[in-house]
């Protein structure tokens, strides 16, 4: 059973950016590709970014490629998005999530998930 602990959201001007954090506990780390995905009231929760067990392989959505990125720390059990060009429709509560094996780009691949971080952007 994996644990998953996001950090690092909070409220920033349009262009700014910001780092989030996904600290994981139990499980064997290097067992699991990590995604982060985001979700808006009344919407579904969308793919973000993901990340190969040993860091080789990123993928992000066409919304964020360029502006954030996607790296982790496996000495710290650890992943981050570095979000840069920050723009108010990037506003949403982001989720990491992990799974064993590859990564994937669909919410349903996933089978563990962290309690979310709030990022809001004003314009």
């Known amino acids: 059973q994996v644990e998953l602990v996001e950090s690092g959201g909070g409220l920033v001007q349009a262009g700014g950016s910001l780092r989030l954090s996904c600290a994981a506990s139990?499980?064997?780390?290097?067992?699991?590709?990590m995604g982060w995905f985001r979700q808006v009231p009344v919407k579904e929760r969308e793919f973000v970014s993901a990340i190969s067990r040993k860091g080789a392989y990123t993928d992000y959505s066409d919304s964020v490629k360029g502006r954030f990125t996607i790296s982790r720390d496996n000495a710290k059990n650890t992943v981050y998005l570095q979000m840069n060009g920050l723009k108010p429709e990037d506003t949403a509560v982001y989720y990491c999530a992990a799974r064993e094996n590859n990564y994937g780009l669909l919410e349903s691949m996933y089978n563990y998930w962290g309690q979310g971080t709030q990022v809001t952007v004003s314009s």
């Open positions: 139990g499980g064997t780390w290097s067992r699991y590709a």
